[in-house]
């Protein structure tokens, strides 16, 4: 790649975590070397087992006490967002990785748990060809802004508001 760009996948539709690692399947079938760092979730699911067959051009790690359901993280959750940032800083400024993935990082910026102006100033330094692509709903509006391609997954319909459970492989 000549010059990586900043992706935001975002919005109360299921997918974003699904396109980015589409994406990274798609980068590694090119010889693009991939971090994913994955904020907030803590459940190993069917998506890690599929991106260890390319553990040569993968790199998975999480940085998460599980989903949030109060405003506020306990300290546990701010904590391990904030090793979570650190390490996707070490693996942005590194050079190493041609692809970061910071999943469900938007939840940790909402939360608070992750200073925006840190995010950003972490986003103006990045090497000219390293990728960044930042999913999770809540997507603040100056990542927004500074992002060069923002998707915005829209909820239209659900089977899980009828009552149906997440499935193994589907939904986890």
């Given at each position: 790649?000549?010059?990586?760009?900043?992706?935001v996948?975002t919005g109360?539709?299921k997918?974003?975590?699904?396109?980015?690692?589409?994406?990274a399947?798609?980068?590694?079938?090119?010889?693009?070397r991939?971090?994913f760092?994955?904020?907030?979730?803590k459940?190993?699911c069917?998506?890690?087992?599929?991106l260890?067959?390319?553990?040569?051009?993968?790199?998975?790690?999480q940085?998460?006490?599980?989903?949030?359901?109060?405003?506020r993280?306990?300290?546990k959750?701010?904590?391990a967002?904030?090793?979570g940032?650190?390490?996707?800083?070490?693996?942005?400024?590194?050079e190493?990785?041609?692809?970061?993935?910071l999943d469900?990082?938007n939840i940790?910026l909402h939360?608070?748990?992750?200073?925006?102006?840190?995010l950003?100033?972490?986003?103006?330094?990045?090497?000219?060809?390293t990728?960044?692509?930042?999913?999770g709903?809540?997507?603040?509006a100056?990542l927004?802004r500074?992002?060069?391609?923002?998707?915005?997954?829209?909820l239209?319909?659900?089977?899980?508001?009828?009552g149906v459970?997440?499935r193994?492989?589907i939904e986890?």
């Amino acid at each position: 790649m000549r010059k990586g760009y900043v992706q935001v996948y975002t919005g109360n539709g299921k997918g974003k975590t699904t396109a980015a690692i589409g994406l990274a399947l798609r980068a590694a079938g090119a010889g693009h070397r991939i971090f994913f760092g994955q904020f907030v979730k803590k459940r190993r699911c069917g998506e890690h087992k599929a991106l260890e067959r390319f553990s040569d051009l993968i790199t998975v790690q999480q940085f998460g006490t599980g989903f949030i359901r109060n405003e506020r993280a306990n300290e546990k959750a701010a904590a391990a967002a904030v090793e979570g940032f650190m390490a996707a800083a070490a693996a942005i400024l590194s050079e190493e990785y041609d692809v970061v993935i910071l999943d469900e990082i938007n939840i940790a910026l909402h939360k608070k748990m992750i200073d925006m102006r840190e995010l950003l100033l972490l986003l103006d330094q990045k090497p000219a060809r390293t990728e960044v692509v930042l999913t999770g709903r809540h997507a603040p509006a100056a990542l927004i802004r500074r992002a060069d391609l923002v998707t915005e997954m829209k909820l239209v319909k659900h089977y899980m508001d009828a009552g149906v459970p997440g499935r193994k492989g589907i939904e986890w």
